[in-house]
């Protein structure tokens, strides 16, 4: 019972690579998780 505050994000393996986020509790916290795992990973 109660709320995840887990956030994933799937996409295909082939092009085009459209990723599909679900999860976050507001846009603003699912956008600074994005903008987030990018930085790691640059």
């Known amino acids: 019972m109660g709320s995840s505050?887990?956030?994933s994000c799937?996409?295909?393996i082939?092009?085009?690579y459209?990723?599909?986020q679900q999860?976050?509790?507001t846009y603003?916290?699912?956008k600074l998780?994005?903008?987030n795992a990018?930085?790691?990973i640059m």
Do not use: H, K, Q, S
């Open 5 to 7: 505050i887990e956030l």
């Open 14 to 16: 082939r092009a085009p």
């Open 38 to 40: 990018i930085e790691n």
């Open 23 to 25: 999860g976050a509790l």
């Open 28 to 30: 603003e916290y699912g």
């Open 33 to 35: 998780g994005v903008l």
């Open 18 to 20: 459209v990723a599909f």
């Open 10 to 12: 799937d996409a295909p």
